[in-house]
C-alpha cells in the first residue's frame, strides 16, 4: 500500500465510520483489506478506493464488507465486572426499590458486536427480577455497524471465550451447551432487539430516543476527538434526563463533554446526564 492509497482509504473510512487509522497503522489496515482486494479481483489498493467511491451499486455492498473488516469486535459476556455492578446498583435504586409504577427501562447498547453485552444486561435484569419476585418491563435495542456481528448476535451461539467470565449457574440457566458452543435460550434472546446503526449517521440517532441506560464501551476509543465529541452530544440528546451512560473502563469523558454529572462507584464512573 503506497502512502497515497493508504491516505485516500484512511480518510474514506474516517468519513465512514469515525475510525481513525494513525500511519503507524498501515500494515494493520493493508492486512485487513488484502482479502477484500483478492475477493473482488482487484490489483490495487487505489483500485479498491475507486470500487469504494464511484463503483454505483456493487460499491454500497462492499460498504458493509469494508464495516466488517476494519472494525475490532472484541467482547464477551459479563465484561468489566465494576460497570455491571454500578448499573446493578443504580437500577435498583432508581426503579426496583418499591416502585411498582415505572414504565419500561429503555436500554441501548451501542456498538454491540456480537451482542455478548446487551444479553449480559437481559441476564442481569431477568435476575434480578427472579430474586426480587417483580416483574419490570424492559427493552434492550442493540446496535453496531458491522452486519457481521448483528448477524452473529441474532444467532446467539456463543464460544467458550464468549463466556469465560460466566458464571456456572447462569451457564446452566440461560444457554444450552452443544459441542463447546453455549446457545442463548430464547427466552433473553427475545427481549434484545438487534439493528444496525452506525454512531457516524446524525439522522439515525432520532430512534433511539428517550433512554434510560446507554452502554457505548469500547468503541469511542477507535474515535478522533472531533468524532468522540458528536457522538457523545448525541447519546446525551437520547437518554431521558437523570439518565446514564456507561462508556469503556479505558475510556474518559475528559475534554469531551461536562454535560454529565461522574458518579463515582467502586473500580468505574457511570455518567449521569444532568
Ligand atoms: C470492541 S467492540 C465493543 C463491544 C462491546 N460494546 C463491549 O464493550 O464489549 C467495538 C464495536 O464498535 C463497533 N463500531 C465501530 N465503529 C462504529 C460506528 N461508527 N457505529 C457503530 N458501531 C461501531 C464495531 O463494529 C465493534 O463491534
Redesign the pocket.
Known sequence: MTKEEFTVLRDFIYEK???YFAETKTYLLESRLTNRLNELGLSSFEDYYYHLKYGADKAKNELANL?DVV??????FF?NPPQLDAFKILLQKAYLNGNSSVPPIRIW??????G??PYTLAIMIMEMMEAGRVNIPFTIVA????TK?LESARKGVFSQYSVRNTDEIIKKKYFTEESNVYKLKDTVKKNVKIDF????DDNAYKLYRQMDFI?????LI?FDEKMKKKVVDHLYECLKPKGFLTI?HAESLHNISRAFKPLVFPGTIAYQKG
Open positions: 465510520t469515525g475510525i464495516f472494525t475490532t469486535n472484541e467482547t464477551s465484561r447498547s451501542a456498538a454491540c458486536s456480537t455478548e453485552e446496535t453496531d455497524i458491522s456481528v446503526m452506525n454512531l457516524m452502554f457505548c464501551r469500547n468503541v477507535y469503556g
